[in-house]
């Protein structure tokens, strides 16, 4: 049974035989939460797709549904359709479609060049069989050529035929619902919910936002550099952030909360508590 407001996980694959046992714990300890569906990442071009469909059968498992990230940059139609039957045969319902990286030695991006095309040959070749997710940014992503380029590629993923869309993290709930605002001016009317990033450490998180776009307002980043080393003052200046973050989506709408696990519970289960989910 999922959550009255839903709540769902993102992991990512264990690389050694003792991370699959450190990160099964970890979800054992976040199924309290009892999440709608865990999302577990692939690697550039696809390179984890194994270590993405392994750890996805062991969420089915322990009882809950799994949904693998599947990129399609630097992919042939054909490695789609055999991924897709993959998928098929392991249960999967659901599949977060993405463009994704194109790995360093690639020399075109393949048969596929947007999430858009992913989106159109999953539903050519499996017709309503797979709930699809897309991603969505609302602070632009990184390498459009303009915010409204970024919308008219994001409402084509939906015209595609995209069910739901995850956003890329962020801290301004303005920018969360001008992009709703405007996705559907658009036509682009799917539930959008908001991906959260708990706030645990300071360098990592503005390592990951600079890398992805993604803006930390001025304030935010001046007061984790301030904290220093104090690991528990970030952690108690991020839960306030955060939490306050996810009241506002809540109260303004939000169909729900994506949570940015990191592979680590504490922080996950610290913002749900205070959350009262």
Known sequence: MSQPFPISLEFFPAKTPDGVTKYAAVRQELYALKPAFCSVTAGAGG?????TLDMVRDIFTEGFEGAPHFTCVGASKASVVEALGQFREAGIRRIVALRGDLPSGYGSHGELRYASDLVELIRAETGDHFHVEVAAYPETHPQAKSPQADLQAYAAKVKAGANSSI???????????????????????????????????????????????????RWIRLRLQAFGDDVESIKAFGLDVVSDLCERLKAGGAPGLHLYTMNASAASLALAKRLGL
Request: negative net charge; glycine residues 8%.
């Open 167 to 217: 956003t890329q993290l962020f801290f301004n709930a303005d920018a969360y619902f001008r992009f709703v605002d405007d996705a559907r001016a658009l036509g682009a009317d799917v539930p959008v919910v908001p991906g959260i990033m708990p706030i645990t450490n300071a360098s990592g998180l503005i390592r990951f936002a600079d890398n992805t776009g993604a803006e930390i307002p």
């Open 47 to 51: 390179s984890t797709h194994r270590g």
